[in-house]
């Protein structure tokens, strides 16, 4: 290293202090005084999520920007910045155990954290107030005047401090009145000193730089972190490397959300776009001069100079002609709608790796060359842009300045974004139950309540991935320590139940000794349990081709109690059976013992309960499905059942997931259909939460009685379906914009959130390894019983993972 050379280096060097603005925080903590006597503020921006609303609603939503920008006056301005930035590390109970949930979580979290990062909007208001130096010695001579010129020349000025109280009272008032414009769609929360000092310095140092916290006055020093060296092509923050483009034409065609796959480029961006709204008369004279001269070109010079005919016959230049009847559109947009006119400048930064960024620069082109507009990759003119970007700037440090409208600069503004979701579950106050990807390439942190309700609906068609996503969240939940019950329907949660090591109980008329035989007579004897027990004999009755009369009621409620009163082992439905009128008999053969179904139902209690339910318990009815009577019978008691072991009183705090596959068959039955209904409304009580699945969109909707069950489901889950159809979205209440969504969803990718106050488009990409512990799929499934058995779970999976299925997402059931 050369001494001289290297102080020759430094003594050229400017102070990146000098360039920044700022001077302290003034004392109601969210006002900044620079040192040219401006005032700024900034505010973090909730965007507007586009998903599920009209286009009406996104175009009010743009209104209100637009209103917002047009009602600022000519020495304010607005600065909106949408920062990048990797995800922050969020607070949540990974564990280092070889438990599948751990295993999980860990594998979740590595893989996100290589594919999303986070999205935050803010805007930054600034008022020129006009504010007056404080009086200095008017009885001074000539020469002290002259010495104090040159003193205040080397030093910030001093205003007085009532001056600054007023013009602060001005500022606040301004911002106040246009975040209660916006607040209903896109609020905007202030940030105290210490968070927006933290905001500012990111947009001037490299991102991610610590920034200690102090307030005080100087903050120009405070804030000047990093080493910003300029080279040909590109600048560098502390030896990382930065490109610039700046916008040098606007786009022709404007609308809502312009710059959404700006926002989702796969860096770490910084996108600033400062608003200055001219007066009405300064933008009046601007487009009448643009106007005048092309309309004198609709005509060339030499038809102007002909004497006989003039232009009457000459050629008209169709481009001068449409160009000026644009500007005169808008002189009518200006001077009858009020939208103001005035200044934009949109400035984009993508940091990291130089060989990376480079990458991206045809991206960027083609982005703003799909809206027609242009920009310029910024070469020599790197320093002034990336300075000039910064809030508070001097108004003669911008020079990359195009006028434009307030609708198209809120075209341009960052007030759409992504759904997020909730960081915590309020109801459970822990970390929510998943996290999915967004289109925006963001997290979405999936919280299984809706404010203290947990009931879901999840709908897909064959092959959307129903299954997958089923057992995704499901294995997601064991970080919560629930009870899960499933009733399944298709054999779906076999493999993965023996994986998890639970329990997978199965109804199966072919086999020679039923593994699951009931004892109805078990249950507890309460009034609930004889009026169950007496509404299930008629449904036995029914289904035996015996309609009950009022009197054969009471005589089997009266029999009922009087079996509770025998012993235990007395208690069968023979037993019953015998006590009751003979006439009865017939329909009664089939469930008792010699009968078709005796062996399941018609059993004497043995000490204990029949099912010995798990923290994860599975009742496959699939063997059944041929057989309605069977099946009913067997699915009303399971209910009462579930019932019971849900509405535990010794474990009401714990969380209770019941799981109903392939619902669409059981809500064909009225009394299922009503059992469901009752659970959604009585168990958010009992901390749980009930989930349907079902595949067939048209018997939802063709049910009836299933409107009722469904008011009472407020999360909905929507995966690829093409053919939904239009009674669906009556039925779920979605709009058309919504349905079209569901329609164009992709299969095994992505679903559609729908709540009564939000709406998500989602994703769900996992990476090798998590897909075998997820995956349905018999023959996959098999694979990973043999693997586990053989390596244990970890080194399993990554054997599996390190072999096959090196793409995941097209290979789900």
């Not at 620079?34 to 996104?58: C, H, K, M, N, Y």
């Not at 930054?124 to 130096?133: I, M, N, P, Q």
């Not at 339910?613 to 399971?638: K, P, S």
Request: charge should be neutral.
């Amino acid at each position: 290293m050369r001494v001289d050379d290297e102080l020759r280096a430094f003594e050229a060097a400017g102070s990146l202090a000098e360039e920044l603005p700022y001077w302290g925080w003034l004392d109601d903590g969210r006002t900044c005084l620079t040192r040219s006597g401006e005032l700024i503020a900034a505010g973090r921006i909730t965007p507007a999520v586009t998903d599920g609303r009209t286009p009406e609603q996104i175009d009010r939503v743009l209104g209100l920007w637009q209103r917002l920008l047009s009602g600022l006056g000519p020495n304010a301005r607005l600065y909106f910045h949408m920062l990048r930035r990797p995800p922050r590390s969020p607070k949540t109970t990974v564990g280092s155990g070889s438990g599948v949930a751990s295993l999980s979580a860990r594998k979740r979290r590595a893989f996100l954290t290589e594919r999303v990062q986070r999205l935050d909007a803010y805007a930054v208001w600034s008022f020129a107030s006009g504010l007056r130096t404080a009086a200095r010695g008017s009885r001074a001579g000539l020469l002290s005047r002259l010495k104090g010129w040159r003193k205040r020349r080397r030093s910030a000025p001093t205003y007085l401090a009532a001056e600054i109280e007023a013009a602060a009272d001005r500022f606040r008032a301004m911002i106040d009145a246009g975040r209660a414009l916006v607040a209903e769609h896109t609020p905007v929360q202030m940030l105290g000193a210490v968070e927006a000092s933290r905001f500012l310095s990111e947009l001037i140092n490299r991102p991610g730089t610590h920034w200690d916290g102090a307030t005080g006055s100087g903050m120009n020093w405070r804030l000047a972190l990093s080493e910003l060296e300029a080279e040909r092509s590109h600048l560098r923050l502390d030896g990382e490397p930065l490109i610039l483009y700046s916008l040098l034409s606007p786009p022709g065609q404007a609308h809502a959300n312009l710059l959404r796959e700006l926002y989702c480029l796969d860096a770490v961006t910084t996108i600033s776009l400062e608003w200055r709204p001219w007066t009405v008369e300064a933008a009046r004279r601007r487009i009448r001069s643009a106007q005048r001269h092309y309309f004198s070109r609709r005509y060339s010079m030499m038809a102007h100079a002909q004497d006989a005919q003039g232009t009457a016959a000459a050629m008209v230049d169709s481009a001068a002609a449409a160009e000026s009847d644009r500007l005169g559109a808008a002189l009518v947009e200006l001077e009858a709608d009020g939208v103001a006119y005035g200044e934009a400048s949109l400035t984009v930064a993508l940091h990291g790796e130089l060989e990376r960024i480079e990458r991206l620069d045809g991206d960027v082109r083609r982005l703003f060359a799909a809206h027609d507009a242009k920009v310029i990759r910024e070469g020599y003119g790197q320093m002034p842009a990336w300075f000039a970007r910064l809030p508070a700037q001097p108004k003669r440090r911008q020079v990359r300045k195009v006028f434009v409208s307030a609708g198209l600069a809120a075209c341009l503004a960052p007030v759409f974004g992504p759904p997020r979701g909730n960081r915590t579950s309020r109801h459970l106050a822990r970390e929510p139950l998943a996290v999915f990807e967004t289109p925006w390439r963001t997290a979405y942190r999936y919280d299984l309540f809706a404010g203290d309700v947990g009931h879901t609906l999840i709908l897909g068609a064959t092959g959307s991935g129903k299954s997958f996503t089923l057992n995704f969240l499901l294995v997601e939940a064991l970080k919560y320590d629930p009870r899960i019950l499933i009733l399944d329907l298709g054999g779906s949660y076999r493999w993965l139940t023996r994986f998890l090591g639970g329990r997978y109980l199965e109804l199966a008329p072919g086999e020679a000794e039923p593994t699951l035989r009931l004892t109805p007579f078990a249950l507890p004897a309460t009034t609930r349990t004889f009026q169950f027990l007496t509404g299930w004999m008629l449904r036995l009755l029914k289904l035996g081709g015996f309609e009950a009369s009022g009197a054969d009621t009471s005589e089997i409620r009266a029999r009922i109690e009087d079996l509770y009163a025998l012993g235990t082992e007395r208690r069968t439905l023979s037993v019953l059976t015998g006590s009751l009128p003979s006439a009865l008999w017939p329909a009664l053969s089939r469930w008792t013992e010699g009968g078709a179904w005796g062996a399941f139902f018609d059993n004497p209690p043995a000490g204990g309960a029949d099912i010995e339910f798990r923290d994860w318990q599975v009742i496959d009815l699939a063997g059944a499905a041929e057989h309605t009577d069977l099946c009913e019978a067997a699915l009303a008691y399971l209910l009462e059942r579930m019932r019971l072991e849900i509405e535990d009183p010794s474990e009401t705090a714990r969380l209770k997931l019941m799981v109903v596959d392939e619902a669409w068959r059981y809500m064909q039955d009225p009394a299922v259909l009503n059992y469901l209904a009752e659970a959604a409304k009585t168990w958010r009580k009992k901390n749980a939460a009930l989930v349907l699945a079902t595949q067939s969109a048209v018997d939802v909707t063709g049910t009836p009685g299933a409107s009722a069950l469904l008011e009472s489901i407020p999360t909905k889950l929507f995966l690829a379906n093409a053919e939904l159809p239009d009674e669906a979205g009556a039925l779920f209440r979605l709009n058309e914009s919504e349905v079209a969504r569901i329609r164009a969803l992709t299969p095994k990718r992505e679903l559609y959130l729908r709540r009564p106050d939000e709406a998500a488009v989602l994703r769900l990409e996992v990476d090798p390894e998590s897909y075998w512990l997820y995956t349905s799929s018999p023959l996959d499934a098999e694979k990973r019983a043999e693997a586990v058995a053989k390596h244990g779970l970890v080194r399993a999976v990554e054997a599996l993972a390190g072999r096959t299925h090196p793409t995941p997402p097209t290979e789900r059931t």
